[in-house]
């Protein structure tokens, strides 16, 4: 049987929120899309302000369901799942990266100490000494972030997402804050896990960040096509 190399998947996704001042009327953000995230690979998602790329993420991620459509990770049919098994799959098989370092990272724990916690939410610490390495952070095991500078502190949230080996590792806009140099060396932080396998799906507006990835798909208007 030849492994299958999608970690991650969905067709048919649709998705609209509703407006506050207009009950009857609500905005599309997404109508049928179909993607394939692979393992080893970069998948960045790229489109206009308001396309609907955090609300893609966030779905295929298990932070929000679909109201149409289906979404599976690593086989299983997340969209099937009630909301404390996806949950449970959630913490296990995903890793998730917000564009604000100060979203991703606990301000008591050290770089080590939220490795083992990723570890412990995960439920396996594969990796963790590795995902150090590969981001570069070995000197500053022993620190918060706030001892950290902003692009560490973003590669640290790579990291978090990234032990245990998660079936997928999703990453909004993981740039948007940095500057030129803190973003190269993310991109490379992010190049690190999918060259060991790891499948990286992240949102971005950055060209240095898409010429990085190895497949780039657009959203215009909640509708993909190949970017
Ligand atoms: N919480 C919300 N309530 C209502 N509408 C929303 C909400 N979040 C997003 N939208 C709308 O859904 C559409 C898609 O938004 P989304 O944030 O997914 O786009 P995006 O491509 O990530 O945008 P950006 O590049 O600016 O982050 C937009 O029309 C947006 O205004």
Same mark, same amino acid.
């Given at each position: 049987m030849t492994r299958d190399e999608r970690s991650l998947w969905c067709e048919g996704v649709g998705y609209d929120y509703p407006t506050p001042s207009h009950h009857s009327e609500s905005v599309r +953000? !997404?109508?049928d899309v179909a993607l394939s995230v692979h393992r080893g690979a970069i998948t960045a998602v790229v489109g206009p302000s308001g396309s609907g790329k955090s609300t893609l993420l966030k779905i295929l991620a298990c932070l929000e369901r679909p109201e149409e459509g289906r979404v599976w990770i690593d086989g299983t049919e997340? @969209? +099937?799942?009630s909301a404390r098994a996806r949950r449970a799959i959630r913490r296990a098989r995903v890793g998730y990266v917000f564009p604000d370092p100060a979203d991703n990272l !606990? /301000?008591? $724990?050290t770089v080590a100490e939220h490795l083992a916690l990723a570890a412990r939410l995960r439920g396996r610490d594969t990796g963790a000494g590795r995902v150090l390495g590969t981001l570069g952070l070995e000197h500053r095991? /022993?620190?918060? %972030?706030?001892? $950290?500078s902003g692009g560490e502190q973003q590669r640290l949230a790579l990291a978090f997402a990234a032990v245990g080996e998660p079936a997928v590792v999703v990453a909004d806009? %993981? @740039? +948007?804050? !940095? /500057?030129r140099a803190s973003a190269a060396r993310a991109v490379e932080a992010l190049r690190g896990l999918a060259d060991r396998g790891q499948a990286v799906l992240l949102a971005t507006h950055d060209p240095e960040v898409s010429r990085a990835a190895d497949r780039v798909v657009e959203l215009v208007d909640g509708r993909l096509g190949e970017g």
């Open positions: +953000a !997404l109508s997340v @969209t +099937a799942l !606990l /301000d008591y $724990l095991r /022993d620190h918060v %972030p706030r001892r $950290l806009e %993981p @740039t +948007a804050q !940095l /500057d």
